[in-house]
């Protein structure tokens, strides 16, 4: 049976030692979902928000987020990630966020994705407010994750259509 890793055989709160495990690539996608309302989304799609361009200020606050997730989560190990990128697609309904993240390490990137996926998310929400404040960030989940001795994973189920 599976356990939590981030406790100890008392049960107390610890870091997972990584110490051992060999570095290896490691990769990782998440994505999340802002729904809001046409006017909103018609708003971001002609660019005129107050504060710039929801969708590309949205994209450097994801890359540069994934960067500092070990700052933000507090038992995550510092990674030196070697790539990051976010994109934004506007919908009928929202706004698609994906991410992905590489590194060569111990320990795997999942968490950087999905901060980056989640402040990106953010941003838009920060970016739109003034335009809509009942905005939903919805579907923060991991995509797939590759490498390390866990292997592979690749999230079952059927896309929701835009």
Do not use: W
């Not at 933000?72 to 993240?101: F, M, R, W, Y």
């Amino acid at each position: 049976m599976a356990k939590l890793s981030h406790y100890d055989e008392k049960g107390r709160v610890r870091m997972v030692d990584v110490t051992a495990k060999a570095a290896t690539s490691r990769t990782a996608a998440a994505h999340a979902f802002i729904r809001m309302e046409r006017a909103t989304i018609s708003s971001v799609r002609r660019l005129k928000s107050p504060k710039g361009n929801p969708l590309e200020i949205a994209r450097i606050a994801g890359i540069g987020a994934a960067k500092r997730t070990a700052e933000l989560i507090p038992l995550c190990h510092p990674l030196a990630l070697t790539h990051v990128d976010v994109s934004a697609k506007l919908c009928q309904n929202g706004i698609e966020l994906t991410s992905q993240t590489t590194a060569t390490g111990p320990t795997g990137v999942e968490m950087e994705a999905l901060v980056a996926v989640s402040v990106a998310a953010l941003t838009i929400y920060d970016m739109c407010k003034a335009l809509e404040r009942g905005m939903e960030i919805t579907e923060v989940y991991v995509v797939k994750k590759a490498g390390g001795r866990s292997g592979m994973y690749v999230r079952p189920g059927k896309r929701v259509k835009r």
